[in-house]
């Protein structure tokens, strides 16, 4: 009876074995096939914000009757630009007074014009005033004994050669 009695002892222990060390190994290898099924799945849902979207509308072109601010056009926006530019660069030259760049040859032209004006003014300012010069109405008679402007400049040059005067000279020279 002490048989039976071991073997019933022994039925309900259990086997006494060791389990085979290859069921955590497949066990491992089970959950990294799983874990890497799920990523695989994971990363073929899309993301909503690399979604593709819309195009943006593209903005109108712009050309010359395109409203640009306060109600002005592009092209009158440009105009006062423009002139508002031309203005101050106007200004500038004129305060400051820009050299243009000549040539030799403008130069000399220029100094010889300003010294024909300078001889040109100085015989303007020998001639003597204009009443001295004509004969008024009503004028005395000794007004007329004056010299002219070319009997002048004669007696200047010839050395006070006789000058006759139109009044001198007879009326009908033929007769």
């Known amino acids: 009876m002490r048989r039976g009695r071991r073997r019933g002892k022994m039925a309900m222990e259990g086997p006494r074995h060791q389990p085979p060390t290859l069921v955590p190994l497949?066990?491992?290898?089970?959950?990294?096939?799983?874990?890497?099924?799920?990523?695989?799945a994971a990363a073929q849902i899309p993301d909503p914000e690399l979604l593709p979207t819309d195009p943006p509308k593209k903005p109108d072109p712009v050309t010359s009757e395109s409203v640009v601010f306060w109600g002005l056009r592009l092209w009158q926006v440009v105009g006062i630009f423009s002139m508002f530019i031309l203005a101050i660069?106007?200004?500038?030259?004129?305060?400051f007074k820009c050299r243009i760049p000549r040539t030799k040859k403008e130069i000399e032209a220029r100094n010889v014009q300003r010294q024909a004006a300078k001889t040109y003014a100085n015989t303007l300012e020998t001639v003597p005033p204009l009443n001295e010069l004509t004969d008024m109405p009503g004028a005395l008679a000794e007004a007329s004994a004056l010299q002219t402007v070319s009997e002048q400049v004669q007696a200047h040059d010839s050395g006070q050669l006789p000058v006759v005067r139109e009044e001198d000279e007879p009326a009908n020279p033929v007769t």
């Open 26 to 40: 497949l066990m491992s290898v089970t959950a990294v096939l799983i874990s890497h099924h799920i990523f695989n």
């Open 89 to 95: 660069i106007i200004t500038l030259c004129c305060i």
